[in-house]
């Protein structure tokens, strides 16, 4: 729930990057510490991580985006710890959150894995007592960049069929699976480089401060 | 409090109340600093002279109570009240109120524990009584913001997330 202060003129709003292990939420937090623009004001990029720099409880990165009709408006940026393990954990950090980013592994590999973790998101949305079609939320299909890989398969009759096996899944099919109804705004992106990361931060910024 | 509620708007009088709540516990236990938190780590006011990076310590704190919330939901106990950390220099005390709030004290080894506890609780009671007021009083977005608002915020992200 964002926080109005109206004593100190000041609007907080919590987001929180959510979605399946190395799909790039840190990189994502990384990228907007790196090049936060000018006009806002960056805190410290906070990250409690494992020792093989793997996430272990979360990343924190306060935003400050300056004066607005005369509030102070802060964004803080939080990712959760995307690997199974650590389930309770995400219930934790996603607390009070008032809009989540799903960064999605576009990787044909990582379906499954992303199905899972939305599935997950949905959940802990709803045990906050929170209506999660309600709830803003904006997909990133991250790793764009990953060439796809396919094989030619010999079926049974003897037809044969190209099989994607690796590399980054077209979008209409994510959008398949992911955001069937397409009831959220969806951004592509490549996080290690920068490619859509502020685009899907303006896009988040915007819902949440829709919903005030 | 109606869980579909997306802002808690805190009005100037009861800032002040809590700023006066938070300066007596620290005053009164010597303490060096108390933070009053929302359960999401934003940092609703502190009163004290410590010079820490006092966003950082909301998110942890926060974060710290939250976690030990899942602790207590496996070992079956609902919630721990009350959390105590214990260095060798710095001491720091969390109590929760009324599961929205979390007010934080950080006090030295000149300190003893026991009355940190007891005026931590008295904090708490006051606290309450304003998180109850907050609640009952809440105003519309547009009567604190003002109706453009949320129009020169969509501008000003346009403005300052570009790719």
Redesign the interface.
């Known amino acids: 729930m964002a926080l109005i202060n109206v004593a100190a003129r000041e609007i907080h709003c919590k987001v929180v990057y959510y979605g399946p292990g190395m799909g790039g939420k840190t990189s994502n937090l990384q990228h907007i510490h790196n090049r936060a623009p000018d006009g806002t004001k960056k805190g410290k990029l906070l990250s409690i991580e494992t020792e093989t720099e793997r996430t272990l409880f979360f990343d924190f990165l306060p935003l400050d985006l300056g004066k607005v009709r005369g509030f102070d408006t802060h964004f803080h940026l939080y990712t959760v710890p995307g690997q199974g393990l650590y389930d309770r954990t995400r219930v934790a950090v996603l607390n009070g959150a008032d809009g989540v980013v799903f960064v999605a592994d576009s990787q044909v590999q990582k379906l499954q894995e992303n199905l899972a973790s939305l599935k997950e998101l949905a959940m802990n949305i709803t045990r906050q007592n929170k209506k999660f079609q309600d709830f803003p939320v904006v997909l990133q299909y991250n790793k764009r960049d990953i060439q796809p890989v396919y094989e030619e398969q010999v079926l049974p009759d003897g037809t044969r069929r190209r099989r994607q096996v690796a590399g980054a899944l077209p979008v209409a099919v994510l959008d398949k699976y992911i955001n069937p109804k397409m009831q959220w705004q969806r951004f592509e992106a490549v996080a290690m480089r920068g490619d859509g990361v502020f685009e899907t931060l303006r896009a988040i910024s915007k819902l949440v401060i829709s919903k005030l | 409090m109606d ?10 009088e009861e ?2 109340q809590i700023e006066e709540c938070l300066m007596h516990l620290v005053e009164d236990t010597g303490g060096s600093h108390a933070l009053l938190l ?5 940092v ?2 502190s009163q004290g002279d410590g010079n820490q ?1 006092i ?2 310590l909301g ?2 704190i ?2 710290t109570f ?2 030990s ?2 602790v207590a939901k ?1 070992l079956r106990e609902k919630d721990f009240r009350m959390l105590f950390q214990q260095g060798v220099r710095e001491n720091i005390f969390i109590a929760l109120i009324e599961e929205q709030w979390i007010l934080c004290i950080i006090f030295n080894k000149g300190t003893h524990i026991g009355l940190v506890k007891v005026l931590t609780k008295k904090a708490t009671d006051e606290l309450a009584s304003v998180l109850d007021r907050v609640r009952h009083q809440h105003k519309q ?1 547009d009567e ?3 109706s ?3 129009t ?3 501008d ?8």
Do not use: H, W
């Open positions: 869980p579909q509620l997306t802002s808690l708007i805190v009005p100037t800032v002040m929302d359960k999401s780590g934003q609703i006011t990076d966003t950082a998110a942890l926060a974060g939250a976690s919330r899942e496996l977005r604190v913001l003002g453009s608002f949320r020169s915020m969509e000003t992200i346009d403005l300052l997330f570009r790719d």
